[in-house]
């Protein structure tokens, strides 16, 4: 049997178990303990992500095996409580924001814990809440857009959902790097897209993006599913298709080091998309956002120089956690669902 915790607790919104929207709880759990590098934050607001609701699901388990009981979120941003004896580039009272690392979440509390290297300095013209919204949608679009794709000026790119979290990141971010950006939008939100810098928007429900764009040197899938197969149609020969939804490839399961026992189950669930990728003569990556404080600096210093701005749908109060996360798992959101912890 435990004995009982007698140390600093917080409050927070956890698991013990998979399940559906009934199986979150809110409650009082120890806080995070600090490691060396490591860095207390005071969280003032916190964003929703689908990976949210695919955890407590349990549909990421084989990616993502975490313990119980779990606390979610995946980004934030705050006030530095505390640092590790190691720590140099923070200090108590900083403002800060950042994506979690994927081994450690926990955004949905009163305080989390965050190696130094996936934090970095809030940029100042932002909220608290407008910051909050960012880093996991923003590191997403610029490592699939900078990264992966490599996308320079004069290329043509396609971003799915582009008025949706990553996707109105991706269409600023494809703009700032020069690239001629279309995106897939409903109408109602044609003219928000275009207000992100998007150079065209296809609305998806009277148009198929296919027989309007086929030559693209990058398609961004943020939708999956038939969308994601039709993308290939899209790119040029020889351009790329890169895919954050979901179909994770045996590449993936190599990179993250998953037993070899595993691969053929992950070459199976990806063997559509690679195959369309041949068929078209088109590269493809499943991407799998990876935290980064460098890129946070990087993504913070576009939001300073006025080239990048977050896209808040709704901002709720902690206690509505589980109403908050209803909302964005509804896909009636437009742009992020924001969490107010402390404020």
Known sequence: MKEPHHGPTMRAFFIRRYGGPEVLEQ??????????????????????????????????????????????????????????????????????????????????AEEVVAPENVVALKPSRLSYEEAASLPLVGLTAWQALVDVAKLSPGQKVLVHAGAGGVGSVAVQLGRHLGARVVA???????????GFGADEVVDYRTQRFEDVVRDADMVFDTVGADTQLRSFKSAREGGIVVSITDRPDMALARS????????????????????????????????????????????????EAGKLRPHVDRVFPFDQTREAIAHAESGQARGKVVIRVRG
């Not at 590098?37 to 609701?53: C, G, M, T, Y």
């Not at 119980?68 to 580039?89: R, S, T």
């Not at 897939?184 to 275009?194: G, H, R």
């Not at 990806?270 to 935290?291: E, Q």
Request: proline letters at 9%; aromatic letters at 10%.
């Open 184 to 194: 897939t939008a409903s109408a109602k939100n044609m003219e928000l897209v275009k």
């Open 27 to 108: 409650g009082e759990l120890p806080s995070p303990p600090m490691g060396p590098r490591d860095v207390r934050i005071a969280v003032h607001a916190a964003s929703i992500n689908p990976v949210d609701w695919k955890v407590r699901q349990g549909t990421a388990r084989i990616l993502l095996p975490y313990r119980f009981p779990l606390v979610l979120g995946n980004d934030c941003a705050g006030e530095v409580l505390e640092v590790g004896p190691e720590v140099k580039a923070f200090k108590p009272g900083d403002a800060v924001w950042t994506r979690l690392d994927k081994d450690r979440p926990g955004a949905f």
């Open 256 to 303: 993250w080091g998953l037993s070899p026992v595993l691969w053929p189950v992950f070459a199976l669930v990806g063997a559509r998309a690679t195959f369309a990728a041949w068929r078209h003569g088109v590269r493809y990556t499943y991407l799998f956002m990876n935290p980064n404080g460098e890129q946070l600096r990087q993504l913070g210093a576009l939001v």
